[in-house]
């Protein structure tokens, strides 16, 4: 399917576990970014990418690791979950750097 | 940092009321402004957006000007309907930045009731 996914869509895990949430996008964008929504802080930036192998972090970044091998996917890693990561993720792409970003369906995760 | 500012929430409207969602910004400069929309249970889509001092941008029925000297971008609907339900977020990219980052607003919920 054209557009930009993310797998899971919902995910249940247990502090100290470590969870991937994956994105995928077909646009063959350049740049790529995960957020956090949570209430009463709107969106906020964790990791951002402009091409394959260029990451830097955001906003929130502790406790998070991406990798970007491959243009289409940007994956997002939590190494040792904690409590305080449960909340929705978004990934995002966008052609130019202060264009439209295109934002994928969300994951919901919540940790035990 | 940058900071974006809306109105807070929630607003609850009845359907053909005038809407108007507040939203301020501190990015120096000339920053591209958006307004997102989050339908229940979806990711974030682009409403309208407006890259220079002076710009409308427009969309749906809704409208938002990029005000310079008031540092400004009020979203605005004539006459709302229930599918607006909606959340909405303004945010702001400043010029000059290498990757983009965009920086939201808290974000409104918006009822419309029929």
């Known amino acids: 399917d054209a557009g930009i996914t993310q797998s899971p869509r919902y995910k249940i895990t247990e502090t100290g576990r470590q969870v991937t949430l994956m994105c995928h996008q077909t646009?063959?964008?350049?740049?790529m970014f995960w957020y956090r929504q949570d209430l009463g802080h709107g969106l906020r930036l964790i990791y951002y990418?402009?091409?394959?192998?260029?990451?830097d972090k955001g906003e929130v970044p502790d406790g998070y690791v991406v990798s970007r091998s491959k243009t289409e996917n940007f994956p997002l890693t939590l190494e040792s979950a904690t409590r305080s990561q449960t909340s929705v993720y978004f990934c995002?792409?966008?052609?130019?750097?202060?264009?439209?970003?295109?934002f994928g369906p969300g994951t919901r995760l919540t940790v035990l | 940092g940058n900071s974006v500012t809306q109105m807070e929430g929630p607003v609850t409207l009845s359907e053909e009321a005038f809407l108007t969602i507040n939203c301020t910004y501190t990015?120096?400069?000339?920053?591209?402004l958006f307004w997102y929309v989050q339908y229940p249970g979806e990711g974030l889509q682009l409403l309208l957006k407006?890259?220079?001092?002076?710009d409308k941008g427009s969309n749906k029925g809704f409208e938002a000007t990029y005000r310079k000297e008031t540092t400004s971008f009020h979203l605005e609907k004539g006459s709302v309907q229930v599918s607006d339900s909606a959340v909405y977020f303004c945010?702001?990219?400043?010029?000059?930045?290498?990757?983009?980052?965009?920086?939201f607003g808290q974000g409104t919920i918006l009822t419309v009731h029929p």
């Open positions: 990418s402009a091409a394959a192998d260029i990451t």
């Open positions: 407006a890259t220079k001092a002076d």
């Open positions: 995002a792409s966008s052609e130019s750097p202060t264009g439209e970003q295109f």
């Open positions: 945010a702001e990219v400043a010029g000059g930045t290498s990757y983009g980052k965009l920086t």
């Open positions: 990015a120096t400069g000339y920053p591209s």
């Open positions: 646009w063959s964008h350049s740049y």
